[in-house]
């Protein structure tokens, strides 16, 4: 079920932007940003900036606190579970006759060659 509703134009302009950087829709850089306000609220204590630093290898996981760490495996799986963008990827990869890799049904690492042959690899 999905509900209308009016948010600013340039925080709809940006969100867009920010959004295309991940392959989101504006809706979806608008969910994305509204569900991660609400886990902030629950958890004061978690720093979203902390979490992207190891999400961009730049700090160590150990160094976060529990709740850091909850909020950042959460968006791992997000990212691992959901991928957005891949169908564009994979179909750079095989016109220029590179293999590519996805996650199968049953959580094996598949590599897909360019004549569509696939191969368990882990």
Known sequence: MSTSIKIDSALAAEARSVGSDSNRSLAEQASYWM???RNLER?????????QDVLKAQLDFDDLADEEKSLT??????ELFQPKGDADFH???SQAGLPYTVLDANGDVVEVAPN???KIIA
């Open 43 to 51: 958890m004061p204590t978690v720093s979203v900036r902390r979490v």
């Open 116 to 118: 569509g042959r696939r």
């Open 91 to 93: 179909a750079a990869r």
């Open 73 to 78: 495996l959460a968006q791992l799986e997000s």
């Open 35 to 37: 569900r991660l306000g």
